[in-house]
């Protein structure tokens, strides 16, 4: 009997282990493999095979049952899920349930959650721009949250890394506030926003309406074609699964890469409960974990772990990690473990119309969604009474009318020959956040899920200065709307509860002293060194930038690191 248990013991020993198969986790196990690494990939959901397992991914509108909507009884069931934009009858499944998995809230906030093999990296935005000097020196330069250990220059070849692989649609524009990166071919501007583009570069210093950049295939290179990965066809079907691997997700590319070098186990419905130290050796051994559908309790063994369960789940595994070395989570003894949770505020929205330029139509679909306006509010020194500032996504297009009114020849002809609107120009903000102590998320003593891992309490909101930052967006794109000539300028508070951008960040953050950060500028945590973060628990500020390209460029910067210190011990 002994011997079964050293060969079960070592059946379930790897050189790294994983946990979390998203964005990050996905590069994480790419990275560890391609290195040499036996490494293990836990995913606490379902496992989801490239276009396999895209069941809606080539349906047409009258194939699906309620033409796209959910039901009634599905919102009244998931009001947090049916408040995400991506949540359709067509992409449902690849979102948690409300009542499956239950959290506290102390206040209003939405968790919103993909569990299955690959994450939300099925459902995000794909918006891809990276940090600026600027954004890692703020928190030193206005004083808030704690200086990053890292500065520009550090991540700047990360970025490169990740980009050439993944494959990042945009343009060259030479802004210092939104460095340029290794891009294909962007998509451009239609006639309208490039009208906005020309009027605000020329009645305003310093401010630029750029093509956005994301992460869809517009012109595929080698490395994509390697992938299995074809040019993205316009369908902006994304959050069906893209058969075409022409978006990123870790379905499509990290993880089938990982898995080609041999050195990948991965295993789904395996739900992360702690990760297992060693006090003697100062050093984390594994990870203990709940099987989801059998609920048996079994631990796996690793020299190291990265943590990218996604940022609140990350605080959870860490918080739940308890020891007689560490009883308030590993790594806590500051006890801020859990504290300075951020997001972004996606709470504002502008409209207009224009009635020029009707000689132009919009004509096919633009996955990057037009345009994007980079921050340029307290950029080199602070301007207005407010920290920090906010970047936009423009957009402009047109819509054709037709007349179903009449019966017979007269339906055809009024439904074959529509006409067209004007110009219809749409904005949202998104704006940066200061990370606030009593922005928090902790666990309860008492209540526990089906897998016995404890629910985690959220209270985080916004504060008076996330409404100064909405004003100043109103205030300023008004303006440069009546500069461009666009009409009907409407304003509009879309009500988004925090957590509602899916942009939560913080909670286990970077920073130089162990004191007031529980992170290094390698991402290890300080008190154990041979556990690193580098999801969105991770982030000590949350700039304003879409943040997936900033947590995959730290996690393959990271995985190095981690690489060379195991080769220096062996």
Excluded at 247 to 255: D, E, L, R, V
Excluded at 401 to 414: A, D, F, Q, Y
Aim: hydrophobic content about 35%; proline content about 4%.
């Amino acid at each position: 009997m002994a011997n079964l248990v050293i060969d079960n013991v070592k059946e379930r020993t790897f050189d790294a282990i994983v946990i979390g198969s998203g964005a990050s986790g996905g590069w994480a196990a790419k990275e560890l493999t391609e290195k040499g690494m036996k490494t293990l990939l836990l995913e606490r959901g379902r496992d989801v095979v490239h276009v396999k397992d895209y069941p809606t991914t080539n349906l047409y509108p009258y194939e699906l049952k309620y033409r796209g909507e959910t039901t009634h009884a599905d919102k009244m069931a998931n009001p947090i899920a049916n408040r995400c934009y991506a949540y359709k009858e067509d992409s449902q499944h690849f979102f948690v349930k409300d009542e499956e998995h239950p959290y506290i809230q102390e206040k209003d906030f939405d968790w919103i959650r993909g569990y299955q093999v690959g994450g939300k990296s099925l459902l995000w935005a794909r918006q891809t721009q990276r940090w600026s000097e600027y954004d890692f020196e703020g928190p030193a330069r206005d004083g808030f949250a704690v200086d990053w250990p890292i500065r520009y220059a550090d991540i700047a070849p990360w970025y490169s890394h990740v980009e050439r692989f993944v494959g990042i649609a945009g343009d060259r524009d030479g802004l210092a506030t939104l460095p340029d990166g290794e891009f294909l071919p962007g998509y451009p501007l239609n006639a309208v926003e490039d009208h906005f583009r020309n009027v605000v570069n020329k009645h305003y210093k310093g401010r630029h309406i750029i093509s956005a950049r994301c992460a869809h295939l517009s012109q595929p290179q080698p490395i994509h074609i390697q992938q299995g990965r074809v040019q993205c066809q316009h369908r902006k079907l994304c959050q069906r699964g893209c058969p075409f691997g022409g978006y990123f997700s870790s379905n499509s590319s990290t993880i089938p890469w990982a898995q080609k070098t041999g050195n990948l186990t991965l295993r789904p419905h395996s739900v992360a409960h702690s990760v297992l130290y060693d006090k003697e050796s100062g050093r984390a051994t594994g990870v203990k974990v709940i099987d989801a559908e059998s609920l048996e309790e079994m631990d796996f063994y690793a020299k190291v772990i990265f943590v990218n369960a996604s940022t609140l789940n990350t605080n959870v595994i860490l918080l739940n990690s308890v020891s007689d070395r560490f009883p308030d989570g590993l790594g806590n003894d500051n006890g801020l473990m859990g504290k300075f949770v951020a997001f972004h505020n996606y709470t504002a929205r502008i409209s207009a119309e224009y009635d020029g330029l009707l000689e132009y139509r919009t004509d096919g679909r633009n996955p990057a969604g037009g345009g994007y306006i980079p921050n340029f509010r307290n950029v080199e020194r602070q301007e207005v009474d407010f920290l920090r500032g906010w970047a936009a996504a423009f957009g402009a297009s047109r819509y054709e009318n037709r007349n179903s009114s009449g019966i017979g020849s007269e339906l055809k002809h009024g439904l074959l020959n529509g006409t067209w609107s004007n110009w219809r120009v749409h904005s949202h903000m998104m704006a940066e956040t200061i990370p606030k102590e009593h922005n928090r998320v902790w666990l309860d003593t008492d209540k526990k899920d089906k897998w016995g891992v404890p629910l985690l309490h959220v209270s985080v909101d916004y504060a008076d200065d996330d409404w100064q930052r909405r004003q100043d967006y109103y205030e300023q794109m008004t303006e440069m709307y009546e500069t461009a000539g666009f009409t009907n300028i409407k304003t509009q508070d879309d009500g988004r509860r925090p957590g509602n951008d899916i942009h939560e960040m913080g909670g286990i953050r970077m920073g130089h002293d162990p004191r007031t950060s529980l992170l290094n500028k390698w991402n290890q945590l300080h008190l154990c060194k041979n556990v690193y973060v580098t999801d969105g628990a991770c982030m000590t500020s949350t700039a304003t930038q879409n943040p997936t390209l900033t947590y995959m460029a730290l996690t393959a910067r990271a995985v190095d690191h981690a690489v060379k210190e195991l080769s220096k011990k062996s």
